[in-house]
């Protein structure tokens, strides 16, 4: 298997050791990136791993210092966000909260919901995401179609997390749909 932030291999922990609960993670390092996968090769990051994931991409383009792909699409999406540089520059503001109870959207969030957007469009998956992104690029700039995946995202996950169900792939894409045509 090979680490997608690292572009390195590494090796599959035994099957059913781990859980896919964060509490109760039990995790094994990937030797490229130091960050945790599970035995079914999925990345489990803590929240800490991926502010630190975040802003050591960011701080390695600053210095002009080599990227891995992953983190050369970080810095992509943190140049689409000026309003995030000035967190991931200091570290309390990297290590604070952001609620919504507070009003504030979560950078770190939004920034790894580009990640995973950029990955279902490079796959396709869920099938149809990528037909859905194109009609929305017809109407719209590159960036405001990723919002409006965004926001179908986060509902769909709110959904799933609410109802302890698996995310609903033909949800997810009829509110993509849904979501187009009001904005």
Not at 19 to 25: E, Y
Not at 28 to 54: E, H, I, K, L, N
Not at 102 to 110: A, I
Request: hydrophobic residues 35%; proline residues 7%.
């Amino acid at each position: 298997t090979t680490c997608l932030l690292a572009g390195t291999a590494f090796a599959s922990q035994a099957p059913g050791t781990f859980t896919h609960k964060p509490a109760q993670r039990k995790p094994y390092p990937c030797a490229g990136c130091q960050f945790y996968f599970c035995s079914r090769g999925m990345f489990t990051p803590s929240r800490d791993d991926v502010r630190q994931f975040f802003t050591s991409a960011w701080q390695k383009h600053r210095t002009n210092a080599v990227l891995s792909p992953i983190e050369t699409m970080a810095v992509e999406i943190i140049l689409l966000h000026p309003e995030y540089h000035d967190i991931l520059e200091d570290p309390d503001k990297a290590h604070a909260d952001y609620t919504v109870a507070q009003g504030k959207t979560n950078p770190f969030l939004h920034m790894s919901m580009h990640l995973a957007i950029n990955e279902q469009l490079s796959i396709d998956h869920p099938p149809g995401i990528r037909a859905a992104h194109q009609h929305l690029l017809t109407t719209r700039d590159a960036h405001d179609a990723i919002h409006i995946i965004m926001e179908a995202l986060g509902e769909v996950i709110w959904e799933a997390q609410r109802l302890n169900k698996p995310l609903d792939n033909e949800r997810y894409l009829e509110l993509i749909r849904r979501y187009a045509t009001r904005h």
